[in-house]
């Protein structure tokens, strides 16, 4: 079997499960399967860029998705009335005396020999910044905060088109990925991975606590749309017709369109960043990555900058991962940062990355695909599963009882299943690198 065919097979019999769905359950949920096996593709796409390209052990994908979903709250939302006059400039000037305060520390670890004046110094402009940045952040945070509370209380965006916040995405995990990268990416592949679970951890913290930013764990509803409403488009009387001439009701028809819609936005940011990606594997830059991914030894020894090729392509992975984030807050219509778990989460794309065929992209969306339908689909077909094995069980049994609540289980111990097989009868992935 040639690769080509092998490949279109995989891919067929994706389609074909998701047609399936759509068949048996509804086309609703079909439509969403592949929406979200799309950004969930992209995601593998930046991993596979940072892990297949370069050996970058990333585990803190979730932080820069978040940030991806920050980007499209503060791009698309609308300002709040008041909210820039209550305390927008002293949250402006907060931020920058920490950061003139991070400054002065470095310049004076610089200037400074090294000894016990010299660290005093440093201690006493650290501990004076902070107690300034508070008294200048709290009172302004407090002012915005106090801006009708139930429904807003925090800055809002610029209310610009929400498009515009997808690749402004791309550029804040790229911005924190060259701030964890610089100081990370000399560290073992080991400490990598902590330290940015870790950095991942912070930022979603911070999502979480600063009201002013995002309203917390209140959450942000109501991000604008590059589609219509449904409600617009049943109120459309040639809408209507349309869907009228389909055999579909209004309700049906309008779901189902701003559905498709969606997909083919995220299809073409898909076909674009894979178009990048396999001329980026294709060139010269690519190679010297693998080369260095293989041994950095030899790719040192040859006169190649090894940190400043890490940390290229750990800004562009991270910077893909938050095209993503903005494109999923934009499909949901909202920012919940309470629902960004950094080992679940990171855990999920890593499978895809690795069950699709670590160091191809197009394994990479393989996998994106494949593992996002069994994450969506294992928990239902496991119920189904669990109530034809206990059929025959009195009612009440607690073993009956007992086996079909452990339905919900199905998800990730279907995931370790397929690790395990994939891992062992295909090590290298269902479509390994070239």
């Known amino acids: 079997m040639t690769e080509t065919l092998k490949n279109t097979l995989l891919f067929g019999a994706i389609a ?12 609703n949920s079909a439509l969403l399967i592949i929406a979200m096996g799309l950004i969930s593709s992209i995601m593998a796409l930046g991993v596979n860029l940072q892990w297949g390209f370069a050996g970058l052990f990333n585990v803190g994908i979730m932080g820069f998705v978040a940030l991806g979903g920050l980007a499209a709250v503060l791009i698309g939302m609308p300002p709040t009335e008041g909210g820039f006059a209550a305390g927008g400039l002293g949250i402006i000037g907060a931020l920058l005396l920490g950061a003139g305060t991070i400054v002065a520390a470095i310049q004076v670890m610089r200037r400074m020999a090294a000894g016990p004046l010299r660290n005093l110094i440093v201690i006493a402009v650290l501990v004076a910044g902070f107690f300034l940045f508070r008294a200048l952040l709290d009172p302004a945070v407090a002012r915005i905060e106090e ?54 951890e912070i930022i979603i913290a911070i999502l979480k606590n600063e009201d002013w930013l995002t309203r917390g764990v209140k959450n942000v509803i109501g991000v604008p749309r590059p589609v219509p409403f449904e409600i617009d488009l049943q109120n459309d009387p040639a809408f209507v017709e349309r869907a009228a001439a389909f055999g579909m009701d209004p309700v049906e028809g309008s779901t189902l369109y701003v559905k498709v819609l969606y997909i083919l936005l995220f299809a073409a940011v898909l076909l674009l960043l894979m178009w990048m990606s396999q001329r980026a594997l294709h ?19 040859m006169g190649k900058d090894v940190t400043a090729r890490h940390l290229q392509v750990f800004i562009l992975g991270s910077a893909v991962c938050g095209i993503a984030g903005a494109m999923m807050t934009t499909l949901d219509g909202q920012l919940t940062p309470g629902t960004y778990q950094p080992l679940r989460f990171t855990f ?8 699709g065929g670590s160091g191809n992209n197009l394994g990479a969306v393989l996998g994106g695909f494949l593992i996002w339908f ?40 279907t995931m370790g299943i397929v690790l395990l097989a994939v891992l062992r009868f295909s090590p290298r992935g269902l479509i390994p690198e070239r």
């Open 374 to 413: 069994l994450w969506v689909q294992v928990e239902p077909m496991g119920l189904w599963l669990m109530n034809v094995v206990t059929s025959g069980m009195e009612d009440g049994s607690a073993l009956k009882v007992h086996l079909i609540e452990s339905a919900a289980h199905m998800r990730l111990l």
């Open 348 to 355: 999920l794309v890593w499978v895809m990355v690795i069950v």
């Open 147 to 200: 801006i009708n509370s139930a429904e807003t209380g925090y800055l809002g965006g610029l209310g610009l088109p929400v498009l515009i916040a997808w690749p402004v995405g791309g550029l804040f995990a790229a911005a924190a990925a060259w701030l964890i990268g610089k100081t990370a990416l000399g560290l073992r592949s080991d400490y990598l991975a902590i330290a940015t679970l870790g950095i991942a």
């Open 16 to 27: 074909l499960v998701i047609a399936f769905v759509g068949f048996q359950q509804s086309w």
């Open 283 to 301: 060139s010269p830059w690519g190679r010297m990555l693998r080369a260095i991914r293989d041994n950095e030894v030899a790719a040192e020894a």
